[in-house]
């Protein structure tokens, strides 16, 4: 019957994603090329929709029906959902496990990958139409970075609330980490190459691009998965440049178009790229329902934006950072938050690695650092001197150590000088009176003390 004809066909996609898991070593490329146009069937780019798709048609969503009759509209969307997810399973244990012979199929799994991140047809996000008109007048290097994504506090819904599509989305995601991960080495096509990624659409994307924009997701799942990918990614293209395989561009580097004509690749982060990265990771830390675990992403995101060419940004995106992590430092782990007192203290240690990068990275302008820093955060990191837990100590005092020489780099005044190093002494000197202190502590302190000394 047509049910057991479905039944059959999703138990032998989950066992040759199974076979691929353990033994994908084994498969030779006719085992690849013969199962690869079987799981792009069920995942076809032309059923990913979101609600906000022009000429949308629930009933057009269904993709490959056989086997679907006469059962119920709810278990045939249940249906789908686990193939596709098993099928995106499957893309993500082939790409990891044979990613040569994989290498005639790639561009299609990045593409169908690309569209079902954003399959949520049942949930208008209510900006993409106005993205498309504004992506139209920036350069078309650089359209797919200018989208001004944002997705809504009051949107995100909890599983029990929302439908089972997300898993799809999920799924996709990690098949383009995947990917991310088996180009490690020569990330260069991921910035590069373009893909159509929407339903009725000649725009294209990179799959950076993509990443992004897509920043908005609904799902913190799913969200947090994209940030990571997009953080993977972006660290590996530094280390990719460190190794002379492509080129970050940056305002000191040789001209952009002789290093094209040689054959280098060049990515630049320098304009919308490195803003849009910045403006939607603070989004998700001055959303109120956007989650730790996003918030907790998106530094660690900047924080690796900080080793490219350029850090993130100029005076205005580091004074920008720099508040929203004031925010961070300044909540108070009294009674009424004890349930998330381990969260909040976990995103303070988070908050003052990203600082302490930003000040100690050499990527951005010292005086810009000095300008922001002073006014904005130092009472904050001094007052983190103060916490209780012993890791949020000792990166505080990691971040003071690198003050002084700042001071000297900014071209500080003399009162300047004098308020901050007063500032200083009255942070560091109770820890260092301190004979009961942990170790870690203990030597943090030392090394502060002697960075204010030394100026």
């Not at 990913?48 to 057009?60: I, N, P």
């Amino acid at each position: 019957t047509s049910d057991l004809r479905s039944a059959d066909t999703r138990s032998l996609i989950r066992t040759m994603c199974t076979v691929s898991g353990t033994v994908g070593h084994r498969l030779n490329q006719g085992h690849i090329d013969r199962i690869v146009p079987i799981f792009l069937r069920f995942c076809d780019p032309e059923d990913a929709v979101t609600g906000d798709d022009e000429d949308y048609d629930s009933d057009e969503i269904g993709g490959d029906a056989d086997g679907m009759a006469g059962i119920s509209e709810e278990a045939a969307a249940a249906m789908q959902v686990e193939l596709r997810e098993s099928c995106f399973a499957g893309f993500e244990s082939f790409v990891l496990r044979c990613p040569a012979l994989i290498q005639p199929h790639l561009d299609h799994i990045i593409h169908s990958s690309l569209a079902y991140m954003r399959f949520d047809p049942n949930y208008q996000y209510g900006d993409e139409g106005d993205d498309d008109e504004a992506m139209e007048e920036d350069e078309e290097d650089d359209e797919e970075f200018s989208e001004e994504d944002e997705y809504s506090e009051d949107d995100d819904m909890s599983d029990e609330e929302d439908d089972d599509n997300w898993k799809v989305r999920r799924s996709a995601i990690r098949t383009l980490t995947s990917v991310v991960e088996a180009t490690k080495h020569d990330p260069s096509k991921l910035w590069i190459a373009e893909y159509a990624w929407r339903k009725n659409s000649d725009k294209k994307a990179t799959v950076a691009g993509a990443l992004v924009n897509r920043f908005k997701e609904r799902e913190e799942n799913c969200r947090v998965d994209i940030i990571e990918c997009f953080t993977r990614l972006l660290s590996f293209t530094v280390s990719a440049a460190s190794a002379g395989v492509l080129v970050l561009a940056s305002s000191s580097s040789m001209d952009d178009d002789a290093l094209a004509a040689s054959g280098a690749v060049v990515v630049d982060l320098r304009s919308n790229v490195s803003s849009a990265i910045v403006k939607a990771s603070e989004k998700q830390l001055s959303a109120k329902k956007g989650g730790e675990r996003s918030k907790s992403s998106a530094i660690g995101l900047m924080s690796t934006l900080c080793l490219a060419p350029g850090g993130i940004g100029g005076s205005e995106q580091i004074t920008s950072v720099l508040t929203h992590v004031k925010s961070i430092l300044n909540v108070d782990d009294d009674s009424k938050m004890r349930r998330h007192s381990a969260n909040s203290k976990s995103l303070k240690l988070e908050a003052l690695c990203l600082v302490r990068i930003m000040v100690s990275c050499k990527k951005h302008d010292p005086t810009h650092i000095k300008n922001a820093l002073l006014p904005i955060l130092l009472p904050e990191i001094c007052q983190c001197v103060k916490e209780d837990w012993y890791k949020v100590i000792a990166e505080a005092l990691r971040v003071l150590l690198e003050v002084p020489n700042l001071m000297i780099l900014g071209s500080a005044s003399k009162p300047e000088m004098g308020e901050v190093a007063n500032s200083l002494y009255v942070a560091i000197e109770p820890r260092l009176a301190e004979h009961d202190l942990d170790q870690e502590i203990k030597e943090c302190a030392l090394s502060a003390s002697a960075s204010l000394l030394s100026v």
